[in-house]
Nanobody
Framework: QLHVVESGGGLVQPGGSMRLSCVGS????????MAWFRQAPGKEREGVSC???????HYVDSVKGRFTISRDNAKNTVYLQMNSLKVEDTAVYYC?????????????WGKGTLVTVSS
């Protein structure tokens, strides 16, 4: 069975940094599109970033220049490095995988990790 599990969330002050990790099992991450989504309280889920061998990397405008997606194929892990965090980045962050492409309808989802940006 294919699984993705997120980790690395927590409380951070505005302006701080945090790195989220997503470990894949049951599949070879390098062959999949891997994405990070987030859902803030009272808001719809939004795509944050995606990485795909064919498409490269994508970011939502609100995180460009602050967030970086990367992957370590040897560890079957994708990361989301988040710098210069803002209060509005507070959300549950989800990792998702898809054998085809980056989209809002990825096939496999993790349970999420909460990121709280607050002073």
């Amino acid at each position: 069975q294919l699984h993705v599990v997120e980790s690395g969330g927590g409380l951070v002050q505005p302006g701080g940094s945090m790195r989220l990790s997503c470990v894949g099992s049951g599949f070879t991450l390098d062959y999949y599109a891997m994405a990070w989504f987030r859902q803030a309280p009272g808001k719809e889920r939004e795509g944050v970033s995606c990485i795909n061998s064919r498409e490269g990397t994508h970011y939502v405008d609100s995180v460009k220049g602050r967030f970086t997606i990367s992957r370590d194929n040897a560890k079957n892990t994708v990361y989301l490095q988040m710098n210069s965090l803002k209060v509005e980045d507070t959300a549950v962050y989800y990792c998702a995988a898809d054998p085809s492409a980056c989209s809002n309808a990825m096939d496999y989802w993790g349970k999420g990790t909460l990121v709280t940006v607050s002073s």
